[in-house]
C-alpha cells in the first residue's frame, strides 16, 4: 500500500495527536480513580455502574502506564528519552499482562494478583482474589508489545495498529455485551472484564491505530480522496446500525414477540437490505 502523502498527513497531524492525548488521558484518568477506589476502600470507583465486578489494581496500573505512553509516544518522533519512556512502559504494561496470561493458563499464583490491594475470594467473574481476567491480560499483552513497535520501522508499526485492532475486538465484545445485558458476555471466565476496563482499553486500542496514520486503515480513513470520504461517511452506519439491530432484536424476544429463530432471521433479512442500500449508495457515490 502506498503511504499517505506528505501534505495530508500534515493536514491531519494536529487532529491525531489531540486524539490520542485526549485517549490517553482517559485511560490515565480511569486507572487513577479505580486506584483511588482500592486505596480509600470506594467500591463504586472500582465498579463504575456497580455491576458486581470490579476493575483490578494491576489493569488499572496497566492503563495509566500505557496511557502515559500513547501521550509520551507524541514526542518519541524528537525526543530519544520518549522513546526509550514509551518502550520501558510498554515492557512493563506487556509483562503484567503476559504474566497475568501464564498464571491463567498454567494455574500458577505468582502472588502479582494481590500484590498491592487484598481481594476476598468469590468475587463476580473474578477467578482468583485481585487477578484481572483472560481478555484483559490478552489486551494488556497486546498493548504493551504494541507500544514497543511503535518505536520500529515502518512493517513494525503497520503490526502495532493490527495489534490494536485486535484489542478494539476484544473490548467491544464486552461493550457490546453490558449495552445488551448479555450477563454471559463478560462474567464468564474466558470472557470476565469489567465494563470501565473495557472502555480504558478500547481508548488505548484506538490511540494505537490512530499512531500510525501512513499506513493501514487510517491511511485510508484519511485520505483526501472519493475512497476516503467513501469510508468516512459509510464507517459510522455500519458501526453503528448491527449494534442498534441487535438491541432491537434483545428486546423483541425479551418481550416474547419473537422467538431465538425468528429474531435471527429477521434480523439478518433486515441486515441484508440495509447494507445492500448501503453498497448502492456507496457505489453511486463513488461513480
Known amino acids: ?52 465486578i470490579t476493575m483490578k489494581a494491576n489493569p488499572a496500573i496497566c492503563a495509566v502506564g500505557s496511557g502515559m505512553a500513547l501521550i509520551v509516544s507524541l514526542e518519541a518522533g524528537r ?17 503484567i499482562g503476559g504474566l497475568t496470561f501464564v498464571q491463567h493458563i498454567g494455574g500458577w499464583n505468582f502472588g502479582l494478583d494481590t500484590l498491592l490491594f487484598y481481594e476476598p475470594p468469590g468475587m463476580k467473574a473474578t477467578f482468583s482474589p485481585g487477578r484481572m481476567g483472560v481478555p484483559a491480560a490478552t489486551s494488556f499483552l497486546l498493548i504493551g508489545s504494541a507500544l514497543i513497535l511503535l518505536q520500529g520501522d515502518a512493517r513494525r ?10 484489542v478494539a475486538a476484544i473490548s467491544l465484545l464486552s461493550i457490546v455485551g453490558n449495552i445488551y445485558g448479555a450477563e454471559q458476555t463478560y462474567t464468564l471466565q474466558l470472557t470476565g472484564i469489567a465494563l470501565q476496563t473495557a472502555t480504558m482499553i478500547l ?3 484506538l490511540g494505537l491505530v490512530c499512531s500510525v496514520a501512513e499506513r493501514g486503515v487510517m491511511q485510508i480513513l484519511l ?5 476516503g470520504v467513501l469510508v468516512r461517511r459509510a464507517l459510522p452506519i455500519v458501526i453503528v446500525l448491527p449494534v442498534l439491530l441487535g438491541g432491537v432484536r434483545v428486546v423483541a424476544q425479551e418481550q416474547g414477540w419473537v422467538d431465538t429463530a425468528l429474531g435471527t432471521a429477521a434480523r439478518t433479512i433486515i441486515e ?6 448501503l453498497l448502492l449508495w456507496a457505489a453511486r457515490a463513488v461513480r
Request: overall charge neutral.
Open 1 to 52: 500500500m502506498v503511504p499517505m502523502p506528505a501534505a495530508s498527513q500534515a493536514h491531519h497531524a494536529e487532529p491525531l495527536r489531540l486524539g490520542r492525548a485526549l485517549l490517553g488521558g482517559y485511560a490515565i484518568a480511569g486507572g487513577l480513580i479505580t486506584l483511588i477506589g482500592w486505596a480509600a476502600g470506594i467500591d463504586r470507583l472500582m465498579d463504575w455502574i456497580n455491576s458486581g
Open 79 to 95: 525526543s530519544s528519552a520518549a522513546r526509550i519512556l514509551v518502550v520501558a512502559l510498554g515492557l512493563f504494561t506487556a509483562l
Open 223 to 227: 485520505e483526501d480522496s472519493s475512497a
Open 272 to 277: 441484508i437490505g440495509l447494507f445492500s442500500a
Open 203 to 205: 481508548a488505548l486500542a
Open 157 to 166: 508499526r503497520s503490526v502495532a495498529a493490527a495489534l490494536g485492532m485486535a
